[in-house]
């Protein structure tokens, strides 16, 4: 027998005792097996040994089990050998593919599969897993003994990063498929990427229709490819008040790494928050950008001036003196300078000032006033300011008194204003006494009191007042005014008082108040307008009561109880709760009954009277009807039919009677006959 029908028939005889099952042909761990094992007599080479052991672990056993030179690698188990078929027969045992752009295929990669000279391959199919694909090759279905064939794989990376898969090839010669293990790295494609270097901006305030100060915002490209905007858009309620220039533009790219600029402004249109968005819409694989734009608009800036304080007294000041200098300040508290085209006092006052011309937005200045009276009295003018506010011309009220150097000066020492509060019209108020001093260095001589002002009839300087007409008060004395109050009529009531004298300044006018109230009044209300009694079958009505109630502001008194027409009525005020007999006084708010009786019966006719109460109420009485019903008027049959007789009322009728006697006859004769 030749060589080569010896090994057929040893490859025939052990694929016939070869197992079904098996460990899983890794050609991986059959390299490193082939190495340990047979790399010292064989190459991996073409040769008739090795083509024989290709894919067939049943040849390499029978191989073992026959050839003496190999009798040492009897302690290879099945697994192990059908590693190193695996390793023989498919080669590569592994593909690495290049780096590949996420979503791009790869260049294709090619693993060669080899069956043993001694037995045909069937059953040959491969599948791909992971992120790979089987993108050709020559293998079929079957390989004739000792033939080859090709199985390309493409890499198509779904994500970036390491990927790996696995190229599983099945056929007859294996008992499990032949896995050849496939990786790649995916690279994440190319795209640009948009950042902002602010995601709103604030504008502040700013007047209508001016514009503000430009805020620049800077987009730039992160990303690794370039950056085109399809749109750059401003948004919102308020979007017209904004506005954006620059050099980020629709068609103008911004290459990977770039950046480019955005100029904003702020123009409001109307007073109050104003607010929009800024969105710049590209292919950045990040989106939209957007960014949040506020202000607020402001109505035109204008001055605003204020005097303070807003009247300045000097008191008393010796003629031909001046006094002491007082401040007013001025201030602007608008938003725009203040021009001020005069500053004056009239005389006796007068002004100085450092103010200038123009006065910034918010500063101030102080004006110093001075008075110099010129002669005896009271003194009043104003400090004016006139500038481009609104409102122009400010001014502070200024009085002052002048003295002369020997002269009386006249004050109320407890007050310059007295209230009587509430007294009843007609009534006289407690009196309110005032002191007058003479406060001067000469006498005064007191000319007169005099009262002025709406309702000054009201008011009354009181006999028992200690000053008076054409008295003379020494320097440091003093003198008392009794003031009275009677009002004439309700609600608030008002004067003044003033005093003049000669050689003497004098004060200000006592301002005078007080409220006149109504007087106290009673007023009468009764429960009911009527009361009706009906006489029962027997004896005589119950009594019913009648409520009076003094509903008045003052003491009722009731000052007579009448009655008035039938003469069964009677009317008594005893009991709890009682008016009692007349004269009766009531406070205000009281209550008290009388009891009302009818002494009629059945047999008396009816009857009526008249309840009166005589009182210091305003109508001066009020009255009461009263009604009694009895049974002595209703009517009976005297006659003319009807049947009376029997009726207990004394009246016979005569036709009755004939009937009667008609009767009687009849049913005597009726008797005859029986």
Known sequence: MTSRN????????????????????????????????????????????????????????????????????????????????????????????????????????????????TAVLSNLAASVSGDFARS??????????????????????????????????????????????????????A????????????????????????????VSNTGSAALNFSAITLGGNAAADYSATGGCAVGTAVAAGGSCTLSLRFTPSATGSRSATLTLASDASNGNATVSLSGTGQATATPQASLAPASLAFGSVTVGTSSTA????????????????????????????????????????????????????AASGSLSVTSNASGSPHSVGLTGTGVLATSGDLQWTDGSAVDFGSTTVGDDATTHTLTLSNSGNGTAT????????????????????????????????????????????????????????????????VALAGTGV???????????????????????????????????????????????GGTRFSVSGTGAGGCGAAPVAMPAGASCTLAISWAGTVADANETA?????????????????SGQGG???????????????AGTGAADPLLILMAALAGFLAWRRRRSL
């Not at 009976?636 to 009376?644: A, D, E, L, Y």
């Open 446 to 509: 007191l000319v007169d009191f005099t009262l002025g002002g709406s309702h000054a009839a009201d008011f009354r300087v009181d006999g028992s007042s200690s000053c008076s007409a054409g008295q003379s008060l020494a320097a440091g004395a003093q003198c008392t005014v009794v003031l009275g109050f009677s009002p004439a009529a309700t609600g608030a009531r008002s004067a003044s008082l003033a005093v003049s004298a000669s050689n003497a300044s004098t004060p200000d006018a």
């Open 610 to 626: 008249t309840l009166t109460v005589t009182g210091d109420m305003p109508a001066g009485s009020a009255t009461v009807s009263l």
């Open 326 to 377: 007082r401040t007013v300040t001025l201030t602007n508290s608008g938003g725009a300078a203040l021009s001020i085209s005069a500053i004056s006092a009239a005389s006796p006052f007068s002004a100085t000032h450092a103010c200038g011309n123009t006065l910034a937005a918010g500063a101030s200045c102080a004006i110093n006033v001075v008075f110099t009276p010129g002669g005896a009295g």
């Open 191 to 218: 795209a640009p990427t948009i950042s902002l270097d602010a995601s709103s901006l604030a504008f502040g305030n700013q007047t209508v229709n001016t514009s503000s100060s430009a805020k620049t915002l800077t």
């Open 136 to 189: 050709g090759g020559t293998c079929g279905s079957s390989l004739v003994a000792g033939g080859s064939c090709t199985i390309t794989a493409a890499f198509t990376p779904t994500a970036a990063g390491s990927r790996s898969g696995t190229l599983s090839i099945s056929h007859s010669g294996l008992t499990t498929a032949v896995p050849i293990k496939l990786s790649g790295t995916g690279v994440a494609a």
């Open 6 to 117: 010896l090994w057929a028939a040893l490859g025939l005889a052990a694929a016939l005792a070869w197992p079904v099952a098996g460990h899983a042909a890794d050609p991986i761990l059959g390299t490193t097996k082939y190495s340990q094992n047979c790399s010292g007599c064989h190459s991996v080479a073409s040769t008739a040994a090795i083509d024989r052991g290709r894919n067939s672990p049943s040849m390499i056993r029978s191989a073992i089990n026959n050839v003496g030179a190999m009798s040492h690698l009897s302690s290879l188990s099945t697994a192990d050998l059908e590693d190193i078929a695996a390793y023989l027969g498919n080669a590569p045992s592994s593909l690495s593919f290049a780096q590949t752009t996420v979503g791009q295929t790869s260049a294709t990669q090619t693993v060669t599969v080899r069956a043993s000279r």
């Open 518 to 564: 109504a007087p106290a009044a009673p007023a009468l209300s009764l429960s009911t307008e009527s009361l009706a009694f009906v006489a029962p079958a027997s004896g005589t009505a119950a009594a019913q009561t009648l409520t009076l109630t003094n509903t008045g502001t003052g003491d009722l008194h009731l000052s007579a109880l009448t009655l008035s």
């Open 632 to 646: 002595a008027d209703e009517p009976s049959n005297q006659g003319g039919g009807g049947c009376t007789l029997g």
